[in-house]
C-alpha cells in the first residue's frame, strides 16, 4: 500500500533534548516536505527537499533542521525543542511527475509537545 | 498562487450530495483548482483536481465554471466519515520548484445522520 509513515504518532518532551521525527514514504517519490500546523495558522511548510540531498527552507525553518541521504527518508530533527514548538506535524510526498507535482500524499502526523 | 474564498462550514444529511463551494475570482489561466481535505487532525487527503473540464473520479466530481472564477465540489453521497475540513488550493504547476501547498481555513463539512 502506498503511504508515508511518521514516527512517532505522538511525543511529550523537554525543553532543550534533542529530537527526531521519521518520515519514509514507500512511493519512490523524489518530493518531501514537512509542515507544522497550529490552531488558527493552519498548515505551514517547514523544510522541503527536491531530491536526495536537495533540501531548502520552507516558511518557517528556524529551530528545525532535516537530512535527506536517501530517497524515502526525510527526518525532521529539532536539536533544542522549545515549547513554540509544541504543534501538529505533517510529513508529505509528490512523485515530481509533470502534471502530478501538486498531487501529495500527506502522513498521520506527529503530535509533539515540548514542556 | 490566486486566492480562494470558501465558507467557512456546510452541513449535509447523509446519503445525499454535498456541493462545496469555492470561488477563486483572480484565477489565472495556467493555475489549477484543487480539492484536499483534512478529518480531525488526520494528514491532508487529496481528492481531485482539475484545469477547465469538469473531474470526476472515484471520490468525488469538480465542476469548474466556464469563466473558470469558480468551482463546486460534489460527493455525491455524503457519509458521515465524509465530516472534514475541505480545501479549496489554486495554484500554476512549476516544474522543478517548491510544490508548497498554502492551505486556508477551508469548510468544514458535518455530515449528520
Known amino acids: 500500500e502506498a503511504q508515508v509513515t511518521q514516527n512517532p504518532r505522538y511525543l511529550i518532551t523537554v525543553t532543550g533534548k534533542k529530537l527526531t521525527v521519521t518520515c519514509s514514504q514507500n512511493?519512490?517519490?523524489?518530493?518531501m516536505s514537512w509542515y507544522r500546523q497550529d490552531p488558527g495558522l493552519g498548515l505551514r511548510q517547514i523544510y522541503y527537499?527536491?531530491?536526495?540531498?536537495?533540501?531548502d527552507k520552507g516558511d518557517v525553518p528556524e529551530g528545525y533542521k532535516v537530512s535527506r541521504k536517501e530517497k524515502r527518508n526525510f527526518p525532521l530533527i529539532l536539536e533544542s525543542p522549545s515549547p513554540n514548538q509544541t504543534s501538529l506535524y505533517f510529513c508529505?510526498?509528490?512523485?515530481?511527475?509533470?502534471?502530478?507535482?501538486?498531487?501529495?500524499?500527506f502522513g498521520p502526523g506527529t503530535r509533539l509537545l515540548v514542556l | 498562487d490566486a486566492k480562494t474564498t470558501q465558507p467557512p462550514s456546510m452541513d449535509c444529511a447523509e446519503g445525499r450530495a454535498a456541493n462545496l463551494p469555492c470561488n477563486h475570482s483572480?484565477?489565472?489561466?495556467?493555475?489549477?483548482v484543487y480539492w484536499y481535505r483534512q478529518i480531525h487532525s488526520q494528514g491532508p487527503q487529496y481528492i481531485i483536481h482539475?484545469?477547465?473540464n469538469n473531474e470526476t473520479n472515484e471520490m468525488a466530481s469538480l465542476i469548474i465554471t466556464e469563466d473558470r472564477k469558480s468551482s463546486t465540489l460534489i460527493l455525491p453521497h455524503a457519509t458521515l466519515r465524509d465530516t472534514a475540513v475541505y480545501y479549496c488550493?489554486?495554484?500554476?504547476?512549476?516544474?522543478?520548484?517548491?510544490?508548497?501547498?498554502?492551505f486556508g481555513k477551508g469548510t468544514l463539512l458535518t455530515v449528520n445522520p
Open positions: 512511493m519512490n517519490h523524489e518530493y
Open positions: 482539475g484545469l477547465k
Open positions: 527537499s527536491m531530491n536526495v540531498e536537495v533540501t
Open positions: 483572480t484565477i489565472s489561466g495556467n493555475e489549477y
Open positions: 508529505a510526498s509528490s512523485s515530481g511527475l509533470a502534471g502530478f507535482q501538486e498531487t501529495q500524499y
Open positions: 488550493i489554486v495554484r500554476a504547476h512549476r516544474g522543478g520548484s517548491n510544490y508548497k501547498l498554502t
